[in-house]
Nanobody, 126 residues
């Protein structure tokens, strides 16, 4: 089992920045990839970014590329999402997720992930 705990959400004005953290505990040695998803009210959960645990390769959805940066600290079993130039449309609950599966390019799909955090609210005011 893996437990994920997100932190760092909050209220920020448009153009501002937030840094989300996700601390993993338990069977972290089996993690192959970690990702961030978000879900706005009335919308489906969508992929935001992902990072491979070993090599640090990163992936982003086009709407956040150049504004968000995903990174990891393997020693602390923590993944971060630095969010800059935030827009009102970034408002959502952000979820951290971990996968034990081999990265075959399916990181975009929520079904690829085995474990999920409880989520942290990010609200961007205009």
């Amino acid at each position: 089992q893996v437990q994920l705990a997100e932190s760092g959400g909050g209220l920020v004005q448009a153009g501002g920045s937030l840094r989300l953290s996700c601390a993993a505990s338990g069977r972290t040695f089996s993690i192959s990839l970690m990702g961030w998803f978000r879900q706005a009210p009335g919308k489906e959960r969508e992929f935001v970014a992902a990072i491979t645990w070993s090599s640090g390769s990163t992936y982003y959805t086009p709407s956040v590329k150049g504004r968000f940066t995903i990174s990891r600290d393997n020693a602390k079993n923590t993944v971060f999402l630095q969010m800059n130039s935030l827009k009102p449309e970034d408002t959502a609950v952000y979820y951290c997720a971990a996968s034990f599966l081999r990265n075959s390019g399916d990181y975009y799909y929520a079904s690829f992930y085995n474990y999920w955090g409880q989520g942290t609210q990010v609200t961007v005011s205009s």
